[in-house]
């Protein structure tokens, strides 16, 4: 604005000089409209501000990495004005970056209208992206004057990990060690200790299972089908933690993806697990129990509205007091040998899945076999988790 303003007060300049050198009617009147010129596009700026409401509609709270996030911005302009510009400048926080970004949009407005302006918001990274818009400034033709509509409106839109469709297998003992009273509401299995449903005898049904004493009320075989257990004989335990810079986001990324899509896969299962990490900032310690995906997204939220470094913890934490589980998935991106030497000093009752993202893991060749290593690619973490085994 301020060269524009520059080049129209060497406007006035030269119209100046050409009504002293030429004593001419026509060259008294350009000089006077161009004085008067500033003060005709004020009045036309200050009638299009004062009939014109400007609202932002608020954008939609949840969305998967690298999808697009519209933003609008509706407009109704009571005026026979149409300004060429309104400009807002949108600042982004967020995906786990304390650095702001910000960018400028710019649309016109026209006159005597209702009109809907949008722009994308998208993050390549797992996160809460926070999304300010302060003010919107609206310009006269000729970018002489501006004035300000306060906006002042602030959203925050989580971006998820994808959930992938993932085919894996359960060790036979991963189930097991864990007695559960808790019984899956969709499948049968073999607990006799539970009936999950009664239905009419089918040839090929095994006769210790036939209900003698409905089968005679009925004056019909029928046989119970008994429940499947469930239980909590799982922990995942992704390291919110990375010791490369430039990578830092990358690698949470594939920490979370990994984390979410096992929880995922166990959700579908109905096998009951647990999630267990360290917010170091909150300086806390989390074991939450995972039901279904509700459980699963609740404690999604919770890492994402905590911290990262580049240190870790969540093995730590976990080993000062591990419940009892017959699994553990343990996910990080750190390049910590010393992570060996503690997973066999653990309950030998155990068996360990160490998720490595990125390079392998030093040291890991020659280990126990109570000790499984995935290399995880974090920039295809569908294919590093395809077909290993639980």
Same mark, same amino acid.
């Given at each position: 604005?301020?060269?524009?303003?520059?080049?129209?007060?060497?406007?006035?300049?030269?119209?100046?000089?050409?009504?002293?050198?030429?004593?001419?009617?026509?060259?008294?009147?350009?000089?006077?409209?161009?004085?008067?010129?500033?003060? %005709?596009? %004020?009045?036309?700026?200050?009638?299009?501000?004062?009939? @014109?409401?400007?609202?932002?509609?608020?954008?939609?709270?949840?969305?998967?990495?690298?999808?697009?996030?519209?933003?609008?911005?509706?407009?109704?302009?009571?005026?026979?004005?149409?300004?060429?510009?309104?400009?807002?400048?949108? @600042?982004?926080?967020?995906?786990?970056?304390?650095?702001?970004?910000?960018?400028?949009?710019?649309?016109?407005?026209?006159?005597?209208?209702?009109?809907?302006?949008? %722009?994308?918001?998208?993050?390549?990274?797992?996160?809460?992206?926070?999304?300010?818009?302060?003010?919107?400034?609206?310009?006269?033709? /000729?970018?002489?004057?501006? /004035?300000?509509?306060?906006?002042?409106?602030?959203?925050?839109?989580?971006?998820?990990?994808?959930?992938?469709?993932?085919?894996?297998?359960?060790?036979?003992? @991963?189930?097991?060690?864990?007695?559960?009273?808790?019984?899956?509401?969709?499948?049968?299995?073999?607990?006799?200790?539970?009936? /999950?449903?009664?239905?009419?005898?089918?040839?090929?049904?095994?006769?210790?299972?036939?209900?003698?004493?409905?089968?005679?009320?009925?004056?019909? #075989?029928?046989?119970?089908?008994?429940?499947?257990?469930?239980?909590?004989?799982?922990?995942?335990?992704?390291?919110?933690?990375?010791?490369?810079?430039?990578?830092?986001?990358?690698?949470?990324?594939?920490?979370?993806?990994? @984390?979410?899509?096992?929880? $995922?896969?166990?959700?579908?299962?109905?096998?009951?697990?647990?999630?267990?990490?360290?917010?170091?900032?909150?300086?806390?310690? %989390?074991?939450?129990?995972?039901?279904?995906?509700?459980?699963?997204?609740?404690?999604?939220?919770?890492?994402?509205?905590?911290?990262?470094?580049?240190?870790?913890?969540?093995?730590?934490?976990?080993?000062?007091?591990?419940?009892?589980?017959?699994?553990?998935?343990?996910?990080?991106?750190?390049?910590?040998?010393?992570?060996?030497?503690? #997973?066999?000093?653990?309950?030998?009752?155990? /068996?360990?899945?160490?998720?490595?993202?990125?390079?392998?893991?030093?040291? $890991?060749?020659?280990?126990?076999?109570?000790?499984?290593?995935?290399?995880?690619?974090?920039?295809?973490?569908?294919?590093?988790?395809?077909?290993?085994?639980?």
């Amino acid at each position: 604005m301020a060269i524009i303003r520059l080049i129209y007060a060497a406007f006035v300049v030269i119209a100046g000089i050409f009504v002293v050198m030429y004593v001419d009617s026509l060259a008294l009147l350009l000089f006077i409209v161009t004085l008067a010129l500033p003060l %005709f596009l %004020f009045l036309l700026l200050l009638l299009a501000r004062v009939l @014109t409401k400007i609202t932002v509609e608020p954008p939609n709270a949840l969305a998967t990495k690298g999808q697009a996030v519209s933003m609008k911005i509706h407009l109704k302009n009571l005026s026979f004005i149409a300004l060429p510009t309104l400009r807002a400048t949108v @600042t982004y926080y967020g995906a786990f970056s304390s650095e702001p970004e910000k960018t400028e949009i710019s649309f016109p407005l026209h006159a005597l209208t209702t009109q809907t302006s949008s %722009f994308d918001i998208k993050s390549e990274h797992v996160g809460v992206v926070k999304v300010s818009i302060n003010n919107i400034y609206m310009y006269d033709y /000729f970018r002489l004057f501006r /004035f300000k509509y306060k906006i002042n409106q602030n959203y925050e839109i989580t971006f998820l990990p994808e959930i992938l469709p993932l085919t894996l297998d359960i060790r036979p003992n @991963t189930l097991l060690g864990v007695d559960s009273d808790i019984f899956s509401k969709s499948k049968k299995g073999d607990d006799p200790s539970e009936v /999950f449903a009664i239905r009419d005898y089918v040839g090929g049904d095994k006769l210790n299972r036939i209900h003698w004493k409905l089968s005679s009320k009925a004056d019909n #075989l029928m046989v119970k089908d008994y429940s499947l257990p469930i239980n909590n004989s799982i922990s995942i335990i992704p390291e919110l933690a990375s010791e490369k810079g430039e990578n830092l986001l990358n690698d949470l990324d594939a920490v979370l993806e990994t @984390t979410i899509n096992l929880s $995922a896969f166990l959700c579908d299962a109905e096998i009951i697990h647990h999630i267990c990490w360290y917010d170091p900032k909150g300086a806390r310690f %989390f074991d939450e129990e995972i039901k279904n995906t509700d459980d699963m997204f609740a404690a999604l939220g919770l890492i994402l509205a905590g911290g990262i470094d580049n240190q870790g913890g969540s093995l730590e934490f976990w080993k000062k007091d591990r419940p009892i589980c017959s699994h553990v998935a343990y996910v990080t991106a750190l390049q910590n040998a010393s992570v060996l030497g503690d #997973l066999g000093e653990l309950s030998y009752a155990t /068996f360990y899945s160490v998720f490595k993202i990125g390079d392998e893991l030093s040291g $890991a060749e020659g280990t126990a076999g109570a000790i499984q290593f995935i290399t995880v690619n974090p920039d295809n973490v569908s294919d590093s988790l395809a077909g290993i085994t639980l």
